[in-house]
């Protein structure tokens, strides 16, 4: 499915237990579905464009049957075993990468790198900033970062009322 906090998340299971922490199974899926999708002409394009970043907008389920698999502790919750040796492979058809473009993880990604981008772009336009905007409580020194910042003091608060305190001299 896809994600919508934009961190890679997977729910996996190997023989009925449960791996919180994923592993070589769950990354194997999760990387060839991205690997899929990286494929796709509307990704292909985007020179940029990472596995990771892909994966950070995928939820992943896996139900695997594995004969003989290696946990990276007793309580089994990360799978070690090279996919090698897995017995099988998990090949996902076109169809399937059709169905999953249509859920609307493409335009997240793409939204994602345009993102991205802009971000880039505000980092090299030249401008500097003299104020800071957007940060809730936060009363911004008028004199901070100019010819007069050596009489500048900084003061963090906790609370309103100490922030009044300290504001009203």
Known sequence: TVATEGSYNQVSFVNSI????GGTHADSVANGLCDKLMATKTLKKHKKLKRAMVKNHVWVFVNA????PTFDSQTKE???????????????????VKKFEKTGVVEMILNFL??????????????????LTGIP??????DAGGRNSQHCTLILTEGDSAKALAVSG
């Open 18 to 21: 449960c791996t919180l922490k």
């Open 65 to 68: 049957m594995i004969e003989n």
């Open 78 to 96: 990360n799978l070690t075993l090279k996919v090698s040796a897995f017995g099988s492979k998990c090949d996902m058809s076109d169809s399937f």
């Open 114 to 131: 345009d993102f991205k981008d802009n971000k880039q772009l505000k980092k090299q336009d030249g401008s500097k900033k003299t104020r």
């Open 137 to 142: 409580k936060l009363d911004d020194a008028n």
